[in-house]
């Protein structure tokens, strides 16, 4: 197969290969002067193979490093959108691998980054373990980043006395509505009770100021 033309792409460091039947490969620089690339280049079928191969293993690995570098991801996600991009099972581990020594990949830290956006948020454990488990972290890592959870006790003080605006928590319907909403949230009914119980005993800190001293 004859390369008729070889031209720089629209992506930065990326060349296009058209050939004679037609059609057009995407190629990066590294191909281009492992395979000597250049118009009127005639490549063999086992060579068409090869550089086919090879591009589409270096586009997935520059794709995989421009999402890491913009979002985190765990894994067992990025091992995910590898597969999708039509990674083999070798590649895909391979490239989890060298992602995770080149520090792109740290499903440590990744548990732990989870942990306070969410816990930001205003969501508690359940919540937190369920997005856990959908993002594939390892069990004993997310246990370890749960440990730091701070104290629900002021965020679910401070909601209830929004939502209730001093009212009475008398009301089953409003309670009801609005233990439904603090579960949904991911906290576990013991301290939605607790947290209750200090609303109508008075003992929740009025807003703004928590953690002041009498």
Known sequence: MRILELKPSRAA????????DGSSLQVGESEVLAFSLY????LTDWQLRELTDQAGRSRRRERAIDLLSRKPLSRREMADRL???GADEEETQALCQRMEQLGYLDDEAYALRLTRYYTG???GVRYLREEFCRRGVPRHLWERAMEELPDPAPFLD??????LG???????RELRRLSGALERRGFVWSDISAALDRYR???ACPAGEEGEEA
């Open 201 to 203: 005993r008075g003992e």
């Open 158 to 163: 401070e909601f209830i006395r929004k939502r």
């Open 39 to 42: 118009a009127g280049r005639e």
């Open 121 to 123: 948020k205003g969501y």
């Open 166 to 172: 001093g009212a009475p928590a008398d009301d089953p």
């Open 13 to 20: 460091g990326r060349w296009q290969a058209v050939l004679e």
């Open 83 to 85: 597969r999708r991009w």
